[in-house]
T-cell receptor, first 109, second 114 residues
């Protein structure tokens, strides 16, 4: 099975940087995903890591360390529209996705 | 527009009712999924279909019955549900269930069981 932990809530100021950590303990690993979910909407794909290191996509970056069972999502130059829940998900060798409970990020002016 | 649509968006039903949730994907994908999202809890995988064949049933109670008539459509038939089944039910699709394919989610059906 999978055990995925991420903080429940984070608050940051517009224009700032926020880092959302995700730790996992899995019976198998075949990639880690980050999704963004605005209230009442569908989760949307943000990033995918399968090898160690940093993946950068504009204002969002995601990092993975497989040996430590650790990932983070970095949000830079925060905007009000970034207020949402951010979901960490780990895929196992059977290609099943297991999700963390999500981190609700609130961006304040 | 995510390419995955779900109807209805909201549903209120009694414990003795029978209803169905519908999902349609317009992305040409071959795998489709049902997830349950309860407040403050992780998304829970319920069912997986790959090329119309069910490949995963994650110990879901029989009061939930999936149907996949083709690769573009997925249904979840509901009967004699319990109040604890109230949740957001999300459908997702991916090109296949393997490889690096990302899952794309629909907007969900918010279900309230009275």
């Amino acid at each position: 099975g999978q055990n995925i932990d991420q903080p429940t809530e984070m608050t940051a100021t517009e224009g700032a940087i926020v880092q959302i950590n995700c730790t996992y303990q899995t019976s198998g690993f075949n990639g880690l995903f980050w999704y963004q979910q605005h209230a009442g909407e569908a989760p949307t794909f943000l990033s995918y890591n399968v090898l160690d290191g940093l993946e950068e996509k504009g204002r969002f970056s995601s990092f993975l360390s497989r040996s430590k069972g650790y990932s983070y999502l970095l949000l830079k130059e925060l905007q009000m529209k970034d207020s949402a829940s951010y979901l960490c998900a780990v895929r196992d060798h059977d290609y099943k996705l297991s999700f963390g409970a999500g981190t609700t990020v609130t961006v304040r002016a | 527009e995510t390419g995955v649509t779900q109807t209805p968006r909201h549903l209120v039903m009694g414990m003795t009712n029978k209803k169905s949730l519908k999902c349609e994907q317009h992305l040409g994908h071959n795998a489709m999924y049902w997830y349950k999202q309860s407040a403050k809890k992780p998304l829970e995988l319920m069912f997986v279909y790959n090329f119309k064949e069910q490949t995963e049933n994650n110990s879901v109670p029989s009061r939930f019955s999936p149907e996949c008539p083709n690769s573009s459509h997925l249904f979840l038939h509901l009967h004699t549900l319990q109040p604890e089944d109230s949740a957001l039910y999300l459908c997702a699709s991916s090109q296949d269930r393997g490889g690096q394919e990302t899952q794309y989610f629909g907007p969900g059906t918010r279900l309230l069981v009275l």
